[in-house]
Structure formats: structure tokens, C-alpha cells
T-cell receptor
Framework: EAGVAQSPRYKIIEKRQSVAFWCNPI?????LYWYQQILGQGPKLLIQ????????DSQLPKDRFSAERLKGVDSTLKIQPAKLEDSAVYLC?????????FGPGSRLTVT | DQQVKQNSPSLSVQEGRISILNCDYT??????FLWYKKYPAEGPTFLIS?????DKNEDGRFTVFLNKSAKHLSLHIVPSQPGDSAVYFC???????????FGTGTRLKVLA
């Protein structure tokens, strides 16, 4: 069974630029998550999808972050415009039920 | 307010000995708990879970203990191996939400 795929793995941008991350979950996993992990901290949930509907986006900074999962499969997370404090690893995870399975993450550096 | 806490940022253990990683939570509605292991430049990998109807779950060298009255869980690794050196995160969720709150992690170093 293929794992969660994410791209790009690394991205460096200047502040005020935009960036998009892509995630393809494990086949058959209806629930998809985006997390932000800042160095030295645990993953922080940004948004949770069930199929293509949003379950929880209470911690998503909606003035600059957006996410979609149009066909209930893969998802994109966009940041526009980026700030220095957005430098982090963006993790995608999926589950059918029970434990989540994570992708390798996308490391964003904002200069 | 941090609902899931791992108060030890790091832990060093000799190879072959027991590693004990601790996690405390504040939300009494949490009823499902997980441990993840994370190597550098990789995503977290699921290790073991426990639901609130149990107080112990074992999988090979890994055992998780849950003390609901103390709102505390621990992960025991016996015997510890150098390959266990990683950052360990505990996570918790309320029944049926599949919304997980993570602790800040404990870096385990197993010395050969």
C-alpha cells in the first residue's frame, strides 16, 4: 500500500510571495489533515477534511492560508502572502479510522 | 492552553535498558491516545495506540500504559536499541472526532 505523498519536499520563498503544497493520501482514506510543525514543537492541526468537506479549520489563518480537497482525494494547501513565521514543516496525514498516517512533509523557509 | 504535555524534552538511555516516555493531558473527554516516532526529515510514524477502555496495550518491545484518573500515559520501550533514537510524540483525541492534539515531543537518545 502506497503511503501519503507530498510535494514539494523543500521550498524557499521570500516573504510576501505565495506557495502551494500538494498531498495525495492513502487510497481509501476519507479523512485528510494538514498540520504545521514549527521546530521544537508538536504538529499543530490547520485543517481537517472528511471526503471533500471541511470538518475543522478553526486554527487555519484564513487571511493567508487556504486549502481545498475538490474531489475528496488529493489536497492543496496555499499560503499567500507568506510571512517569516510561516517557516515550518507542513505535514499531510490521512486516516480511514483510528491512527493517522503521515507523509514526509514539506519544509518551507521564508526569507 | 496546551491540552497534551510532554514535560521532558529529552531523555538518554543505555542500549538494552528500559526507556520510559511520559505524557499528561488535561481534557477528560480524550479517550483515544497514540504514540508516534519521528526521525529527522521524515513524517511521524505511528507506533502504538490505546483506548480509554484499556489501561495497557503491548506491541513487541513497546507498551503503552494509561492512567485515566491521573490523566497520564507512558510509553515503555524494552529493551531500548540505538535505532529507537528519535523524537516521540503522544497525541490524544475525543471519541469519534479523529481530531488529534499532539504534545511537544521528547527526544530519545539510546546510547550504544
Amino acid at each position: 500500500e502506497a503511503g501519503v505523498a507530498q510535494s514539494p519536499r523543500y521550498k524557499i520563498i521570500e516573504k510576501r510571495q505565495s506557495v502551494a503544497f500538494w498531498c495525495n493520501p492513502i487510497s481509501g482514506h476519507a479523512t485528510l489533515y494538514w498540520y504545521q510543525q514549527i521546530l521544537g514543537q508538536g504538529p499543530k492541526l490547520l485543517i481537517q477534511f472528511q471526503n471533500n468537506g471541511v470538518v475543522d479549520d478553526s486554527q487555519l489563518p484564513k487571511d493567508r492560508f487556504s486549502a481545498e480537497r475538490l474531489k475528496g482525494v488529493d489536497s492543496t494547501l496555499k499560503i499567500q502572502p507568506a510571512k517569516l513565521e510561516d517557516s515550518a514543516v507542513y505535514l499531510c496525514a490521512s486516516t480511514r479510522a483510528g491512527p493517522q498516517y503521515f507523509g514526509p512533509g514539506s519544509r518551507l523557509t521564508v526569507t | 492552553d496546551q491540552q497534551v504535555k510532554q514535560n521532558s524534552p529529552s531523555l538518554s538511555v543505555q542500549e538494552g535498558r528500559i526507556s520510559i516516555l511520559n505524557c499528561d493531558y488535561t481534557n477528560s473527554m480524550f479517550d483515544y491516545f497514540l504514540w508516534y516516532k519521528k526521525y529527522p526529515a521524515e513524517g511521524p510514524t505511528f507506533l502504538i495506540s490505546i483506548s480509554s477502555i484499556k489501561d495497557k496495550n503491548e506491541d513487541g518491545r513497546f507498551t503503552v500504559f494509561l492512567n485515566k484518573s491521573a490523566k497520564h500515559l507512558s510509553l515503555h520501550i524494552v529493551p531500548s536499541q540505538p535505532g529507537d533514537s528519535a523524537v516521540y510524540f503522544c497525541a490524544a483525541s475525543e471519541r469519534g472526532t479523529y481530531k488529534y492534539i499532539f504534545g511537544t515531543g521528547t527526544r530519545l537518545k539510546v546510547l550504544a
